[in-house]
């Protein structure tokens, strides 16, 4: 049992990693809530530098009209431009699996860890993206997959369309 008392979670790491990896997931979800209660899509990311969040975002393409701001992608515009040492040393944070633009967008930078909320709503090219030599932690945290069911069950369309089905 790890110290957040879920199961798993520790995945080897010491106490202190694991707690900090929390306030960050902790921090994804908030902007997941933040977004549906714009009535988007609820689904939060925020990337992480030396232990500090320098850019979060939410799904933002129900509210923006857009074609590609997913919360990851919405992250990392919020970050600004980074250097390629910058993004090397990075940890992306999303509460859903990343999908196919997302996940080739953290290959396209060279982000070395991603942290998933969850990926039993959706999941996105995982195998390949640890192929390329990306470090996954999956956590399957609760409140994350709760916001997804719940969202996909109120509004099936809405969610298609942001997966491309
Ligand atoms: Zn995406």
Known sequence: MSPTGRPGRGDGRSIGEVIAMDAFMSAAIDEARKGLSEGGIPIGS??????????????????????????????????GRLTAKDYQRSVLYSTLSPCDMCSGTALLYKIPRIVIGENQTFRGPEDYVRSRGVEL???????????????????????NEDIGV
């Open 46 to 79: 925020v990337l992480v530098i030396d232990g500090k969040i320098v850019g979060r975002g939410h799904n933002r393409r129900v509210q923006k009209q857009s074609a590609i701001l997913h919360a990851e992608m919405d992250a990392l515009e919020n970050a």
């Open 137 to 159: 932690t999956i956590l399957n945290d609760p409140e994350c997959i709760r916001l997804m069911r719940e969202f996909i069950a109120a509004r099936p369309e809405l969610w």
